[in-house]
């Protein structure tokens, strides 16, 4: 994506500090979140407003991190209500275990299960495809560098 997109540094938290963060975003407990991380892009030139975000959730458990991929895609699906934007579903082929993914009008978002990571790829302003390009890669992504042992 480093030919289209460009961005600031990548995130990571632990402890204390990724529990209080995953709690907010998910509106739930996040029981056996070992670690979350993200990173921001945007178009070369961003003209057009076009931003992909990408959030990363590892948990204990493959259960966890469904229970919180779960939490997450709801508590945004209720945002997008309040809006008075409904979102529609999308069907995204990523690759993943579990996947959620749905649009309003001027954004996507997949939610994502790979083993016991939670990967959440949302866009904006992007064209139709786009949602599940950025999904694959993030998948891929997780699974080259979670390797054959993390308990897929």
């Known amino acids: 994506m480093g030919e289209v997109f460009v961005g600031g540094d990548p995130f990571l938290a632990q402890g ?26 945007e178009v070369r030139g961003n003209s057009d407003g076009t931003r992909v975000e990408f959030r ?3 948990f204990e458990t493959a259960e966890q991190a469904g229970t919180a991929l779960k939490s997450l895609a709801g508590k945004e699906r209720k945002k997008s209500d309040e809006r008075g934007d409904p979102t529609q579903p999308v069907t995204v082929a ?23 990571v939670v990967a959440h790829a949302y866009t904006t302003e992007t064209k139709p495809g786009a949602l599940e390009h950025v999904a694959k890669v993030q998948v891929e992504r997780v699974r080259t560098v979670a390797g054959k042992n993390a308990g897929y």
Not at 99 to 108: E, I, K, R
């Open 94 to 116: 990523s690759g993943a275990d579990e996947t959620d993914a749905f649009h309003d009008d001027a954004t996507a978002e997949a939610f994502m299960r790979i083993g016991a």
């Open 16 to 41: 204390a500090e990724s529990e209080k963060h995953c709690a907010k975003e998910t509106g739930a407990a996040c029981t056996g979140l070992l670690a979350l991380a993200g990173k921001d892009m």
């Open 56 to 58: 990363l959730y590892a």
